[in-house]
């Protein structure tokens, strides 16, 4: 019988590392080398960094409501070392949610206790938060390091007050922890007053001898915010502080929907509802830690997961404050659920002492069966809805592929096909500033590949392959003259070699010297099913394209125009069958 006992907790352990596992394949399938959007403001300090310098006062200075000074610091160590590949990026966010979670594994063995059964079983149940693909922005979006400093550093100050330091070790440790979170993130300031309490519950015997600590802590914490908020301005584009207090419903109802976001995938009515049981989860916890205030043993257990739901209610409270402006909806942003998703994770602990506390003082004795049948049935209901999000969100980690591989196509033709809609949507609406810091990155070695030179295609004509089918890389169906200045093509698409439809769609005309020259790139898919059943693939059935475009720019005369599959991943094109011949009055 104990034999079978061990090999389940073996079993048991091994399925608590899947959805790291998971996750992990996750990001190198859907993880793309190209700059996105805020990681454009990087692309500046590291032009600077090998150009005139960088400063102390670059590496504060503010972005939006955040001063991201360590991020900066990774940022340009990770550009140096890879030549700005911004998939490490992503590696070292997935390498920060493993600590998170092996400091969650050990404050779970310190705090929770019990058999080793039950340890494994509720790091199984952080683990599925922790690693949700829910929050499929930050995984896949290198600058998102920012949002995972502060809870990394939270955890680990709240380990260490647990740990065997000495107070003197444990105050100046975490100080400088709470220091790293301050610049990291603007809600990374909170660092200082969650931790504060496990510090003080866990060496109140020696802080009424060694009062300079806490004086040390406030005094850290004060020269911390002052020099955050020295200079500090509201971004223009962003909506004022107040609004929440203006319409107190709407700011109601997005604090909810940020609680409950990462179980209702898209739902707010859904992630209101969860986010309200959930809260009321917290306060009935709250309730109860107060009635048994006395108890140093419960507070001592509690005190930690107490202070990581407490960080995860406040950075609720105060994205509500600063956001609650662009609507309640915009609270289901992915990119939150990384701190909201930390309010469940804590509750499941804190449940569990709970009921510990209570079975061992026979306080709900009559209904000790029901306490336990109504927390499985809670949380068997948010793994379902989990489940549903986690599906959901896998076909936006793709829908996200897609776009990234599209804008990186639009970034890598800047220079001789200027789209300016993909570059504003996919790639950041400030395209000078993009174009300037993309040649200048591109001369470094910085862009990988890097940006097409020439408008001639044959310079970047990739080697086909051959395919099974015969259709090679698609086909250019057609072209059709729809108003005296204006044409309309379309066609279909694909890469054989990664079975998929192209990144982008060259077109390009025929000069007399045989050199074909790029005139338009087509980014945007449209369905077509009769790809998909001839082929016979289902991946092809976005292959399909069409574009409309000026006659000014053709040559006069007879014109053979071409079509031709892009690579992002490679820089390379390859020619789709059919050409089409035009006389362009």
């Known amino acids: 019988m104990k034999k079978k006992y061990k090999y389940l907790q073996i079993l048991l352990l091994i399925v608590s590392f899947l959805p790291a596992i998971f996750l992990g394949k996750l990001i190198i399938k859907y993880g793309v080398n190209v700059p996105f959007f805020d990681q454009w403001g990087v692309a500046r300090y590291i032009n600077k960094y090998f150009t005139s310098g960088l400063t102390f006062t670059d590496l504060l200075a503010q972005h939006n409501e955040t001063r991201p000074f360590f991020p900066r610091i990774v940022f340009i160590s990770l550009a140096s070392l890879t030549h700005w590949d911004v998939r490490y990026e992503m590696l070292v966010i997935f390498l920060m949610a493993c600590f998170i979670s092996f400091n969650l594994y050990r404050l779970n063995r310190l705090t929770i206790g019990g058999m080793l059964f039950k340890v494994i079983l509720i790091c199984l149940l952080f683990n599925l938060l922790i690693f949700s693909p829910v929050q499929y922005e930050n995984w896949l979006w290198g600058f998102q390091i920012v949002i995972f400093i502060p809870m990394l550093c939270i955890t680990s100050c709240i380990l260490i007050a647990y740990s065997q330091l000495s107070s003197k070790g444990k105050f100046l440790t975490c100080m400088s922890l709470a220091t790293i979170s301050t610049f990291s993130l603007a809600n990374g300031l909170l660092c200082w007053l969650v931790v504060f309490p496990v510090l003080a519950l866990n060496t109140w015997k020696d802080l009424s001898k060694e009062k300079w600590l806490v004086t040390g802590w406030i005094a850290g914490f004060t ?3 002052a020099l955050y908020f020295y200079g500090y301005q509201k971004p223009p584009h962003h909506p004022g502080i107040w609004d929440g207090a203006v319409h107190l419903q709407a700011a109601i109802d997005y604090f909810f929907g940020f609680c ?61 404050l600063g956001r609650v402006g662009f609507g309640v909806e915009q609270s289901m942003a992915p990119r939150y659920t990384t701190f909201s998703l930390y309010l469940p994770i804590s509750l ?55 776009e990234r591989l599209q804008g990186k196509s639009c970034l890598l033709f800047i220079n001789i096909v200027k789209e300016e809609e993909c570059l504003a949507t996919r790639v950041n609406p400030k395209i000078a500033r993009v174009k300037f810091l993309a040649n200048r990155l591109n001369s470094l070695g910085y ?17 086909k392959v051959n395919t099974a089918d015969g259709y090679g890389y698609g086909w250019f169906d057609g072209v059709s003259k729809v108003s005296n200045d204006e044409y309309v093509t379309s066609g279909w698409a694909r890469l054989p070699d990664r079975e998929e439809p192209a990144d982008a769609v060259i077109l390009t005309y025929e000069k007399a010297n045989n050199h ?33 475009f000026s006659a000014s720019k053709l040559p006069k005369g007879q014109v053979k125009i071409n079509a031709w599959a892009f690579d992002a991943n490679t820089g390379k094109a390859f020619k789709l069958n059919g050409t089409q011949i035009v006389q362009n009055l």
């Open 516 to 548: 074909d020259t790029a005139f338009a790139l087509i980014y945007t898919r449209i369905k077509r099913e009769d790809v998909a059943k001839v082929t016979p693939k289902d991946a092809y059935s976005m292959s399909g394209w069409q574009k409309s």
């Open 447 to 463: 862009l990988q590949p890097g940006l097409i030179k020439s408008s001639r295609i044959q310079n970047i004509e990739g080697s």
């Open 223 to 225: 020269l911390n915010a």
């Open 260 to 320: 409950g976001s990462g179980f209702a995938f898209g739902n707010f009515n859904l992630a209101k509802n969860v986010g309200m049981v959930l809260f009321s989860i917290f306060i009935a916890v709250c309730i109860y830690l107060i009635k048994y205030r006395k108890n140093f043993i419960l507070w001592h257990r509690t005190i930690g997961w107490l202070m990581i739901a407490t960080y995860s209610i406040s950075s609720g409270l105060i994205t509500t």
């Open 348 to 402: 499941v602990a804190l449940v569990a002492i709970i009921i510990d506390d209570a079975a061992r003082k026979s306080r709900f004795s009559n209904l000790k069966l029901l306490v336990y049948l109504i927390s499985l049935i809670a949380i068997i209901y948010l793994l379902f809805l989990e489940l549903i999000s986690v599906n959901m969100a896998v076909k936006e980690m793709n829908n996200w592929r897609v």
